[in-house]
């Protein structure tokens, strides 16, 4: 059960791998001289797949009110740092 724990985010990650190469082998030129000619495009694309969903997540979190795991799982003063 764990080396399927282990398997299944190697195989998400090579099929998504595999997904873009598939995707950039079937671009033309044309394609990419579309892009580099809309520079206000390509910036506002840029910004909704990479600062959008962090900062998304991060309202979200916030709005829950959730701490993170690490916050939960830290020890306090009266919680002993090495267990035997």
């Known amino acids: 059960?764990?080396?399927?724990h282990t398997l299944i985010p190697l195989l998400i990650t090579t099929s998504l791998a595999g997904l873009v190469?598939?995707?950039g082998?079937?671009?033309e030129r044309g394609d990419l001289?579309?892009?580099l000619r809309r520079p206000?495009?390509?910036l506002k694309a840029i910004f909704a797949v990479i600062i959008v969903p962090p900062?998304?997540?991060a309202?979200?979190?916030l709005a829950a009110n959730s701490p993170s795991a690490a916050a939960r799982n830290t020890p306090t003063?009266?919680?002993?740092?090495w267990r035997c």
């Open 40 to 42: 206000a495009q390509l």
């Open 77 to 81: 003063a009266s919680t002993p740092r």
């Open 25 to 27: 082998l079937n671009a």
């Open 59 to 61: 309202v979200i979190i």
């Open 21 to 23: 190469l598939a995707v």
């Open 33 to 35: 001289l579309y892009v």
């Open 1 to 4: 059960m764990e080396a399927l």
């Open 55 to 57: 900062l998304a997540a």
